[in-house]
C-alpha cells in the first residue's frame, strides 16, 4: 500500500487539476458572451439545423479578439469577436463563417468538445502525474518519458480529432447546400493572413493541422464521394 500511495496521490492531483481547469473554461466562457444576433448569419445556422433535424444551432460570440472558434461539451458554439469581426468588414463570407461553424458542431457531435476543454493546465496536471509515477520506476529518465507521452498524446488527439471534424463540417456542410467550397477558400484566407502578418497565425489555425493538408483531405473526400 505504501508503494501504491504516491501513484495514488499523483492520480487524484490530476482529477482535481482537470475538473478545475473545466470548471476554470466554463466560467471564462459564461463570463464574456453573448449570444449571437445576426439575421444573415442566423439565416445559415438555420440551414445547418435544418438539415441536422434540431431546431437551432446556439451560436454566441466570445468576447476575446484571436480568431478562433470553440464549442462547448453542452453544444455550444463559440465564435470569437475578432473573427465575427472579420465577416463584418467582409474579408470572410456568411458561408465560410458557416463552415467554421459546421466544423465547431463536428466536434460536439464526435464527442470531442468534452476533452477539449482542458486547458493547459489539465494537460499539465496530467504531465506531473505521469512524471511522478514514471519517476518512481526509471528515476530521471521518467521525466523525460512522461514529458513526450504527454506532447505526442495531445498532438495526436488533436490532428485526429481535426480532420474528423473537417469531415463531418463536409458532409453537413453538402447537406446544407452550402458545400465544401467555402470550407476550403476560407482556409486559402486564414492562410493568406498568416503570410500577410510575417507568420502570425489566427489562433484557429495554429491549434489545427497545416491548411494545404486539410485542403488535400477535403479533395480526397469530394473524390471519394464523387465515385459514390
Ligand atoms: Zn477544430
Known amino acids: 500500500m505504501l508503494r501504491l500511495t504516491p501513484i495514488l496521490l499523483a492520480i487524484g492531483y490530476a482529477i482535481v487539476m482537470y475538473r478545475i481547469s473545466v470548471w476554470r473554461t466554463h466560467r471564462e466562457l459564461d463570463a464574456k458572451s453573448t449570444e449571437?444576433?445576426?439575421?444573415?448569419?442566423?439565416?445559415?445556422?438555420?440551414?445547418?439545423?435544418?438539415?441536422?433535424?434540431?431546431?437551432?444551432?446556439?451560436?454566441?460570440?466570445?468576447?476575446?479578439?484571436?480568431?478562433?472558434g470553440l464549442a462547448a461539451p453542452d453544444g455550444r458554439i463559440f465564435i470569437t469577436r475578432g473573427f465575427y469581426r472579420k465577416f463584418r468588414n467582409g474579408e470572410v463570407s456568411a458561408e465560410e463563417m458557416?463552415?467554421?461553424?459546421?466544423?465547431?458542431?463536428?466536434?460536439?457531435?464526435?464527442?470531442?468538445?468534452?476533452?477539449?476543454?482542458?486547458?493547459?493546465?489539465?494537460?499539465?496536471?496530467?504531465?506531473?502525474?505521469?512524471?511522478?509515477?514514471?519517476?518512481?520506476?526509471?528515476?530521471?529518465?521518467?521525466?523525460?518519458?512522461?514529458?513526450?507521452?504527454?506532447?505526442?498524446?495531445?498532438?495526436?488527439?488533436?490532428?485526429?480529432?481535426?480532420?474528423?471534424?473537417?469531415?463531418?463540417?463536409?458532409?453537413?456542410?453538402?447537406?446544407?447546400?452550402?458545400?465544401?467550397?467555402p470550407q476550403k477558400s476560407l482556409f486559402h484566407k486564414l492562410?493568406?493572413?498568416?503570410?500577410?502578418?510575417?507568420?502570425?497565425?489566427?489562433?484557429?489555425?495554429m491549434s489545427h493541422p497545416k491548411t494545404g493538408e486539410r485542403i488535400a483531405a477535403l479533395e480526397a473526400l469530394e473524390q471519394r464521394w464523387a465515385r459514390g
Open 98 to 181: 458557416a463552415s467554421v461553424i459546421a466544423h465547431e458542431l463536428g466536434h460536439v457531435a464526435l464527442g470531442h468538445a468534452k476533452r477539449r476543454m482542458i486547458d493547459f493546465s489539465g494537460q499539465n496536471a496530467m504531465r506531473t502525474a505521469l512524471i511522478m509515477v514514471l519517476n518512481r520506476f526509471i528515476p530521471f529518465i521518467g521525466a523525460m518519458i512522461a514529458n513526450a507521452l504527454t506532447s505526442l498524446l495531445a498532438s495526436r488527439l488533436s490532428r485526429q480529432d481535426e480532420y474528423e471534424a473537417d469531415e463531418y463540417a463536409a458532409a453537413l456542410l453538402t447537406k446544407a447546400g452550402i458545400g465544401i467550397g
Open 191 to 205: 492562410e493568406d493572413l498568416t503570410q500577410q502578418r510575417a507568420g502570425v497565425a489566427p489562433a484557429w489555425l
Open 36 to 68: 449571437l444576433a445576426d439575421p444573415v448569419l442566423k439565416r445559415m445556422t438555420d440551414r445547418l439545423a435544418a438539415a441536422l433535424e434540431i431546431d437551432r444551432v446556439p451560436v454566441y460570440i466570445y468576447e476575446i479578439d484571436p480568431v478562433n
